[in-house]
């Protein structure tokens, strides 16, 4: 990508979860960690007109979007349009190029179906892309001649695979995953290459969630009992790479492999120390869990942000601002 809105980096690791119900005030520290863009892929069988009328109708109404959801406020046209990985459908490459947002290459072959029934892959029922995917797919659906069907699933690689499959038409997927898809590497045997990017959205940020205070770096995680993701997801390479800058593997760690939720209710009921979160804060997953019992975010100093920006071209640093919970 060609801008990914890097954050300027702060020092304090450990950041307290406001629980406004009990605590009664707002964190007051930010949180340093690293994000990767959520992008919006579509089927290269779906058609031009559909995309151009998708991506269209969510950039004229950006302001009504944020009213619905906090993540409508990141939407740009600049970061809508700045993938590289992956050429563009050319529905949402006509649009960005008539606003002066020309992409970097275009699908060639896509968009010459007919479909204006479109499910939309999102991901789990307490994450960041489910809610939004929600409210992109209301928006969508009543103001142009298209039906979308907004779907839960277990996340990045399975949107991708049942896109490929034909079994759903639009999806959510982490940008780094989507490079693994395209490519063949890490979550892919083979590379997957029917599938086009409709626009990036939004930051979504590495939260490393735990009610231990003592837990407050990374490498504290040695020995504890961790939520890595579940399969069909992102999180889980993200997790390793995280591990990985600080000089540990899977093995130094007891692995439970769990979404959003089911990471919450583990959490909640004391049956794991820390669980990694990816997605688009604030995480409803992360709030819900706040509502019950303190909880903390656990945050990365500058060295290993650089070490895992050198791992991935995907990564940036990001802060977590003070009161995002």
């Given at each position: 990508m060609k801008k990914l809105l890097a954050v300027i980096?702060?020092?304090?690791?450990?950041?307290?979860?406001?629980?406004?119900?009990?605590?009664?005030?707002?964190?007051t520290t930010d949180t340093n960690t690293v994000a990767v863009g959520a992008i919006v892929i579509a089927a290269d069988t779906v058609s031009e007109d559909a995309i151009y009328n998708f991506v269209s109708t969510i950039y004229e109404n950006m302001e009504a979007i944020t009213e619905q959801h906090a993540k409508g406020a990141e939407l740009s046209l600049e970061f809508a349009s700045s993938v590289t990985a992956v050429p563009y459908h050319p529905g949402a490459a006509?649009?960005?190029?008539?606003?002066?947002?020309?992409?970097?290459?275009?699908?060639?072959?896509?968009?010459?179906g007919t479909a204006t029934n479109l499910t939309f892959g999102t991901g789990s029922e307490t994450g960041t892309y489910y809610?939004?995917?929600?409210?992109?797919?209301?928006?969508?659906?009543g103001g142009t001649d298209l039906s979308?069907?907004?779907?839960?699933?277990?996340?990045?690689?399975?949107?991708?695979?049942?896109?490929?499959?034909?079994?759903?038409?639009?999806?959510?997927?982490?940008?780094?995953?989507?490079?693994?898809?395209?490519?063949?590497?890490?979550?892919?045997?083979?590379?997957?290459?029917?599938?086009?990017?409709?626009?990036a959205l939004y930051m979504e940020q590495v939260q490393i969630v735990?009610?231990?205070p003592s837990i407050q770096s990374v490498a504290d995680l040695a020995g504890k009992k961790v939520s890595i993701g579940a399969s069909g997801s992102g999180v889980y390479f993200n997790a390793i790479d995280c591990l990985?800058?600080?000089?540990?593997?899977?093995?130094?760690?007891?692995?439970?492999?769990?979404?959003?939720?089911?990471?919450?209710?583990?959490?909640?009921?004391?049956?794991?120390?820390?669980?990694?979160i990816v997605a688009g804060a604030p995480t409803t997953a992360i709030t819900d869990l706040a509502t019950s019992k303190p909880v903390y975010l656990v945050g990365f100093d500058e060295e290993h942000v650089g070490k895992l920006i050198e791992m991935s071209p995907f990564y940036v640093a990001y802060t977590i601002p003070a009161g995002t919970y």
């Open positions: 980096l702060s020092v304090t690791m450990l950041c307290m979860i406001a629980v406004p119900a009990m605590a009664g005030e707002a964190a006509k649009y960005f190029e008539e606003k002066g947002f020309p992409v970097a290459a275009v699908k060639e072959g896509a968009g010459t809610a939004y995917g929600g409210v992109l797919g209301q928006f969508v659906s979308i069907t907004v779907v839960s699933s277990t996340g990045s690689q399975n949107n991708i695979e049942e896109v490929s499959a034909g079994n759903i038409q639009l999806g959510f997927t982490q940008s780094d995953v989507m490079s693994y898809a395209f490519n063949g590497e890490r979550l892919f045997e083979e590379p997957v290459t029917n599938f086009s990017v409709v626009c735990t009610t231990d990985d800058a600080y000089g540990l593997t899977e093995d130094d760690i007891d692995p439970i492999y769990q979404g959003f939720s089911d990471s919450s209710e583990s959490l909640k009921d004391g049956k794991i120390d820390a669980a990694f």
